[in-house]
């Protein structure tokens, strides 16, 4: 977790040099120091420069701007600004927020601005009407001058730019539809860099997919590809140019890629011998389990019993019975889902719970499984 202190945060914990610059500690000083000490903590959630926060890392932003991004309407931006007016936490492109919805449920959503504007984030939800509900509340709850809890800027999903911690020599994006959020602020920082770039922005359809405008702008470096005109993209489309003496996709090439779980997996399956080329992705819905065991759960407080088939996660089950059960990422590294074991053993597939609260007994019901027939949970 890259859990950030708001940059009017201030932080007295070690003693000021001497005033007059002489090797010790000023004594003054050293009793001002102390005094702040005391004195700050009941000052600080009073302070003027400080936003609304809470230990947890937990801040309030007020949303400013809302704009419907996508033909079909489905995909909305919102802006948001901190309520005083001060600078935002520092962020890169590939990083998202958490947004705490004043329902109690948490989603994630990649920030799409401008990641050198310190004043406003942005971000966009597509609407999906058979989710878990946290787009649709988004959509009808959210209004401009609003309040909204977040939590982050964090980032699961850093670009590496070609001679700057990456040996490749060039970037190959890969954006489907709302895959296009973490993707565009990567656009602009490879424009920036003068890197040689191109992308592929694929969807159903141009009424489905977001932000054509603000693609427009870098020509020809983007292709637009549809389903309904084009039908799935192979491979080589993805991939980008081939050389044309070999006829496959040059090395030396870094791949980001955001998208649905399938064209991830086509991607992996056809680079997995292609070590010359990086890939990175973020996927927007949970990965597929793989080596999955049949098992039960019982609720502690009802002593209800839960099978969870070969294929399903633990999360998925306990929704059919608690539809309000917590989730976000359902990917193992945003820890919304986590619960506490009471009885069986776990087979733990996420890699965010430290060794004490595994010991302790938490559970991440969207990627972890019990290891027997039967794990019994603490709700
Ligand atoms: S939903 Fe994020 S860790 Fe389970």
């Known amino acids: 977790m890259n859990q950030r202190l ?12 001497h005033l007059y610059g002489r090797w010790r500690h000023d004594p003054m000083l050293l009793m001002g120091t102390a005094i702040a000490k005391v004195w700050w903590p009941f000052w600080r959630p009073m302070a003027p420069l400080h936003p609304t926060t809470a230990d947890d890392g937990v801040t309030a932003v007020r949303l400013v701007d809302r704009q419907v991004v996508a033909a079909d309407e489905n995909v909305v931006t919102l802006t948001f600004e901190a309520p005083d007016g001060t600078l935002l936490t520092r962020w890169h492109p590939g990083a998202h927020l958490d947004i705490l919805l004043p329902s ?10 401008d990641p050198a504007d310190r004043r406003q984030y942005r971000i966009a939800v597509r609407r999906i009407p058979d989710g878990g509900g946290g787009s649709i509340e988004v959509h009808d709850t959210l209004r401009v001058g609003d309040l909204v809890r977040i939590r982050g800027p964090r980032n699961a999903f850093p670009i590496a730019v070609p001679g700057h911690g990456s040996s490749a020599r060039s970037v190959r994006f890969i954006a489907a539809g709302i895959g296009i959020t973490p993707i565009l602020p990567m656009m602009a920082v490879a424009e920036r860099f003068g890197l040689d770039w191109s992308m592929i922005y ?13 693609v427009a702008r870098f020509g020809d470096k983007v292709t637009i590809r549809t389903d309904d005109e084009s039908g799935l993209p192979s491979m080589t489309e993805l991939l980008g140019p081939t050389d044309p003496q070999t006829g496959s996709t040059p090395g030396d090439l870094a791949v980001y890629c955001c998208g649905p779980v399938p064209m991830l997996d086509r991607l992996r399956t056809h680079l997995a011998d292609r070590p010359d080329i990086e890939l990175h992705y973020e996927r927007f819905s949970p990965p597929p389990v793989e080596d999955g065991r049949p098992f039960t759960i019982t609720l502690a407080s009802t002593g209800q019993q839960i099978p969870v088939a070969a294929d399903e996660t633990a999360l998925s089950a306990i929704r059919k019975t608690v ?7 359902q990917q193992g590294f945003c820890g919304t889902c986590k619960v506490r074991t009471l009885s069986g053993a776990v087979d733990h597939r996420d890699n965010i719970l430290t060794e004490p609260e595994r010991a302790d007994g938490q559970f991440l019901t969207c990627v972890s499984r019990a290891s027997g027939d039967h794990i019994t949970l603490d709700l």
């Open 323 to 329: 539809p309000s059960a917590p989730y976000s990422c």
């Open 104 to 113: 109690g449920r948490m989603r994630e959503y990649s920030l799409c601005g």
């Open 6 to 17: 708001h940059p009017h945060s201030t932080e007295m914990t070690s003693p000021p040099p």
């Open 202 to 214: 694929t969807g159903r359809s141009r009424t489905s997919i977001p932000f054509l405008d603000e």
